[in-house]
């Protein structure tokens, strides 16, 4: 029964004490509370204070600052209007003067137009004509005369032309002719059918297929060539025959896509050429004619010369017996021209002093008449 009452008062003890202690808490709060509220609004009015004085300073600062920037920004803005009136002249003259340009554009245009189409009918033109076989040949003759004359071959002096074979029905459409009566043949047809159907194909496979057929008539064309009487001996012709292809891109075309074409045409003593290359061959072969004649005109230069040492020794012989033809004349003129004459003068004198007595009578007697 004691410890029920020791345990009822110890509890009752536990929670008075809760209680004042929890009162002496509040208590403490309260007056904390009150005294941090205190320094609070001390603490706001200082701050307050030293923040109105700090910015009054910001203030001013700012100001003189938002004075320079507004000084700057002025300025900038002047440039910037300066450099806005300049882009509006200058897009103002551009105004102007692009009505005129545009004009001359389009005048450009519509020539470039004009000359397009006069380009395109000519080039339909030219396919016309090269669809051909003759109007090609015609067309290659005459583009290898323009060569020849720019290389300066004269026809039947340095060429003969479609000049049938002396030992063959051939007849090659160029002769060169050569020192000591040596001929080279040159032939100027080539293939062209295969190569336009090649260039107007759209289709890969197409354009291959036509681009074979054109090589393998190349080749055809080289072997049609070595089966003609174009090398012979009896004609005294080199041993090799010109093939002319007269245009370059069909000459590039053949070397870019058959690589052994060239190998296989030398081989059949066949020289393929573009009309550049055609310049450069006559250009060697002029080279050797004009040496050739220049040895044979040294050698008849030498044989003239040593017959006019043999004129010039008989002349110098015929001189010198002048000389002495005229050495005696001029002896015997000298004597001529002093004894001789020495002695005529004597007898001259001696007949002029037989008058002198006939010429002093009259002076006498003239003399001796009265005055």
């Known amino acids: ?55 009054s300073r910001q203030a001013q600062t700012g100001t003189g600052e938002l004075d320079g920037k507004k000084k700057l920004i002025d300025q900038a803005l002047e440039s910037l209007s300066a450099e806005l009136q300049r882009v509006k002249q200058c897009v103002a003259d551009f105004d102007s003067k692009s009505g005129q340009k545009f004009g001359e554009v389009t005048s450009h245009l519509q020539n470039a137009t004009a000359q397009t189409k006069e380009l395109r009918e000519t080039t339909f033109k030219l396919q016309s004509a090269l669809s051909s076989s003759r109007t090609r040949g015609q067309w290659g003759e005459r583009l290898a005369e323009d060569v020849l004359q720019l290389a300066g071959f004269t026809k039947d002096i340095n060429y003969l032309k479609q000049q049938t074979l002396e030992t063959g029905a051939s007849r090659p459409d160029y002769t060169f002719l050569l020192p000591q009566g040596l001929k080279l043949n040159m032939d100027v047809k080539f293939p062209w059918d295969n190569y336009k159907l090649y260039l107007a194909a759209e289709v890969e496979e197409a354009r291959e297929g036509y681009k074979q057929r054109f090589l393998r008539d190349v080749r055809a064309r080289i072997k049609e060539v070595t089966t003609r009487d174009y090398i012979n001996p009896n004609e005294k012709t080199l041993d090799y025959v010109l093939v002319f292809v007269p245009n370059e891109q069909v000459y590039c075309f053949i070397n870019e896509y058959d690589h052994d074409v060239i190998d296989v045409a030398l081989k059949s003593r066949v020289v393929l050429c573009s009309p550049f290359t055609l310049y450069a061959i006559l250009a060697v072969i002029r080279r050797a004619v004009d040496s050739f004649n220049l040895s044979r005109t040294a050698a008849s230069i030498r044989d003239y010369l040593a017959e006019f040492e043999k004129q010039w020794q008989e002349f110098k012989k015929c001189m010198e017996n002048t000389g002495r033809h005229i050495e005696a004349a001029q002896a015997e003129f000298q004597r001529l021209s002093a004894t001789r004459v020495n002695k005529l003068e004597n007898v001259l004198n001696r007949v002029a002093e037989l008058h002198l007595p006939q010429e002093a009578e009259p002076a006498a007697s003239a003399s001796n008449q009265p005055s």
């Open 1 to 55: 029964m004691s410890a029920l009452y020791f345990a009822a008062g110890f509890i009752l003890g536990g929670l008075l004490v809760y209680l004042v202690v929890r009162l002496h808490r509040q208590d403490t709060e309260r007056s904390f509370a009150a005294l941090s509220l205190d320094a609070l609004r001390q603490n706001s009015a200082e701050f307050l204070k030293l923040a109105g004085e700090a910015f």
